[in-house]
C-alpha cells in the first residue's frame, strides 16, 4: 500500500527542510555576527583607548617638560645664572620639546610647536634682558661713582672755602 499523495508528501518534506536550513542558517548568521563585530569592534576600541593614553602622555610629558624649562628660563635674566651651562641646559630643553612633535603635522601638534616657539622667544628675551642688566650695572655703577665725586668735590670745595676764609 503506497499512499496516494506520496510526490506532495515528498515535496512538502523538502520544502520543509529547506525552510528549515534556511531558518537555521539565519539564526547561526546572527549569532555568528553578534558575537564576531563586538570582538572586532572591541579590537578597535582598545586600540583608540592606547592611541588616546599615549597621546595624553606625550602631552603630559610636554607639559613636565615645559615647566621646567620655563621655570629655568625664568631665572635666566638674573646676575647668577649668566652660567653658560645654565643656557646650553635651557637650549636643550627647548630642543628636546621641539623634537617632541616635530613629526607630526597636524593643528594640535602646531600648537606645540608655536609653544616651544614662544619659549625661544621668552629665552632669548631674558638672556637680552640678562645682557642689558649687566650694562645698566655698569651704567649705575658709573652714575654712583659720579654722585659720590660730586660729593667730594662739593666737601673740598667747602673745605677749601673754609681754609679761605678762615683768619691766619
Given amino acids: 500500500m503506497q499512499p496516494t499523495n506520496k510526490q506532495e508528501r515528498k515535496k512538502a518534506y523538502i520544502n520543509f527542510m529547506l525552510l528549515f536550513l534556511l531558518c537555521t542558517a539565519i539564526i547561526i548568521t546572527t549569532v555568528f555576527f553578534s558575537t564576531r563585530v ?40 638674573q646676575k647668577k645664572s649668566t652660567n653658560i651651562e645654565t643656557d646650553v641646559k635651557i637650549k636643550k630643553g627647548i630642543d628636546d620639546l621641539d623634537e617632541m612633535f616635530k613629526d607630526d603635522n597636524n593643528d594640535e601638534n602646531k600648537l606645540y610647536q608655536n609653544i616651544v616657539k614662544n619659549l625661544r622667544y621668552y629665552f632669548q628675551a631674558k638672556v637680552a634682558v640678562r645682557d642689558k642688566a649687566d650694562n645698566n650695572t655698569d ?10 665725586l660730586e660729593k667730594d ?16
Avoid: G, H, W
Fill in 153 to 168: 668735590s662739593k666737601d673740598n670745595y667747602t673745605k677749601y672755602m673754609e681754609c679761605l676764609t678762615r683768619p691766619k
Fill in 38 to 77: 563586538p570582538l572586532k569592534q572591541n579590537e578597535e576600541l582598545v586600540q583608540y583607548k592606547n592611541a588616546v593614553y599615549e597621546s595624553n602622555k606625550r602631552k603630559t610629558d610636554f607639559t613636565e617638560k615645559m615647566v621646567v624649562v620655563s621655570l629655568m628660563i625664568d631665572s635666566a635674566d
Fill in 139 to 148: 651704567v649705575k655703577e658709573l652714575n654712583k661713582r659720579i654722585v659720590d
